[in-house]
């Protein structure tokens, strides 16, 4: 790095080896808490009591701390070095794992995930940048390409792991897991790691902080409180009509003070380059496939299904190896083939996991599960690297760290939304199809009788005490098997959505000319 000058003699060839190491594994803990909740959010709604409107926020409000502080890790690393800061973000996400770990109620839990977020979203920029400082130029795509094996192995690995500790353990070690992983880490950045100085000084864009912190988790909270069994008044309700003038007003003086400001936080003129916004709006909606899909699945499979959260976790393990291989051959095609192509190629595999996804029934093996999750892997693996490609094309070298750090930005935010609005329509459409199935139910009609005399015979040659237990055991049958088609088919509309919306997509990336992502 150009602006950066090491404060200690030069160091020993291994050194450089030591301290990726380092890197790889606080990223792969701090990705790995991304998906590794996923597995155990059945468990944890249980043994804390929360609505499905409330879980959601133990993962968006960890993504959501992730990318708001995202921005500031230029100023900060500025301000006191690259050794200060990683020491900090470990700390800080050590203790907000031991203290998720010991949290007692769904509010402290999503409080000290929030705080975890942040030591989270301080490690992963920062990581990436003591790495392309360590290693020469010659070096640097190497060392970031084995940093990237970091990520991709978290999201195959976090939900299988997540699902063993809930099995065997309780879910409270999902968080407990990173304190030994994260004290060791601290340990080997104060003993190894070198100190550097940054010439000159940055500015903090304090405005444009507070309100890019306000808007978006303030709309979603709203968002989340529209179905909350809390609220009768849905959307004409004070706190959701609250929540979204207050995050529409966020909003706007978020732009007006970043397209006014010297030093923004957020640096919006880049949006005026169409490759670098096309691309962005492509990564955004592949965010919402990939942590909506990870989120729904795994429920589906545990509630539904009966698998274990072990179980459920297994059926991920292929994706992340799948796009790990993708990558790279993707990368290289990209040189000798239109990257429009292979972009459209792989939300095109995007979309019809989605579609795959929107059949599901009871009936459905593990076969298909899997197969779906394969093509997600390869569709995910093949998109990403042309994708980077296209967005960052005409950037300049100092705007490169800027548009790397906004691009990271859009793929959490697009998480974070992605959970919260398969969360929404799940809601809606449950309640939909449950209403559907109950007006099609005709109580007094015959096959109702007949159904309900031959299950109750069945309840009574099982050990019911009398007839009338039988029969009301029968009743709450039907009712549990309708919550439960209504719950699936609410599910497969989420999937049909996102089958669409990842559809939709390929339109922008049709306007690109081939010359443009030449």
């Known amino acids: 790095m150009d602006n950066v000058t090491a404060l200690t003699p030069a160091e020993s060839p291994s050194y ?5 190491g380092n890197v790889m594994i606080s990223t792969f803990m701090v990705v790995l808490d991304s998906t590794v909740v996923n597995t155990a959010l059945p468990v944890i709604m249980g043994t804390l009591g929360a609505s499905m409107n409330t879980a959601e926020w133990i993962l968006t409000g960890y993504m959501l701390s992730m990318a708001t502080v995202l921005s500031t890790t230029g100023w900060l690393s500025n301000r006191f070095g690259y050794k200060n800061v990683f020491i900090a973000s470990l700390i800080i996400f050590t203790f907000g794992s031991f203290m998720s770990g010991n949290s007692t109620t769904i509010g402290e839990l999503i409080f000290w995930r929030i705080i975890e977020g942040v030591g989270g979203g301080l490690l992963m920029p920062v990581g990436m940048s003591i790495v392309t400082t360590v290693f020469p130029p010659s ?7 084995f940093w990237a094996i970091a990520t991709a192995a978290s999201v195959s690995f976090g939900p299988m792991i997540g699902g063993y500790l809930v099995d065997n353990f309780n879910w409270n070690y999902i968080f407990y897991v990173n304190i030994p992983i994260g004290i060791l880490c601290i340990i080997v950045t104060i003993v190894l790691q070198r100190r550097y100085a940054h010439d000159g000084k940055l500015q903090l864009d304090v405005p444009g902080l507070i309100t890019s912190a306000l808007f978006l988790p303030v709309f979603l909270y709203g968002l989340s409180q529209v179905n909350a069994s809390t609220n009768p008044d849905g959307w004409s309700s004070p706190t959701v009509m609250a929540c979204m003038w207050i995050s529409a007003v966020s909003f ?25 916004s096309i691309a962005n709006v492509v990564i955004f909606i592949f965010a919402i496939g990939m942590f909506g899909s990870t989120f729904l699945i795994p429920l589906y499979m545990q509630d539904n299904l009966g698998y274990s959260a072990f179980e459920a976790g297994l059926v991920f393990l292929p994706v992340g190896l799948v796009q790990a291989f993708g990558s790279p051959v993707a990368g290289k095609m990209a040189s000798r083939i239109d990257p429009r192509f292979i972009i459209v190629t792989g939300l095109v595999m995007l979309a019809t996991s989605f579609f795959i996804n929107s059949t599901f029934t009871l009936q459905t093996d593990r076969a298909t599960i899997v197969s779906s999750l394969i093509l997600r892997g390869a569709g995910m693996g093949i998109l990403f690297p042309p994708l980077l490609s296209v967005a960052l094309a005409s950037i300049t070298p100092q705007q490169m760290a800027q548009a790397s750090s906004v691009t990271n930005i859009v793929r959490q935010v697009g998480g974070s939304v992605g959970v919260a609005i398969f969360t929404f329509l799940l809601a809606i459409r449950r309640n939909y199809h449950t209403q559907i199935y109950s007006e099609e139910i005709n109580y007094t009609g015959e096959m109702y009788h007949n159904i309900t005399n031959r299950l109750a015979d069945f309840f009574a040659s099982v050990g019911s005490d009398t007839s009338a237990s039988a029969m009301s055991q029968a009743k709450h049958y039907i009712v549990q098997w309708l919550n439960t088609e209504a719950y699936i088919r609410g599910i497969n509309d989420d999937f049909f959505i996102g089958g669409i919306v990842t559809a939709l997509a390929i339109i922008p990336v049709l306007f690109l000319t081939k010359k443009s992502v030449k």
């Open 252 to 276: 706007i003086l978020f732009i007006y003070f970043e397209l006014n400001a010297s030093a923004p936080l957020i640096d919006l003129h880049l949006f005026k380059d169409w490759r670098f």
């Open 16 to 20: 450089k080896w030591f301290i990726l």
């Open 139 to 145: 070096q640097r795509s190497t060392a970031l390409g």
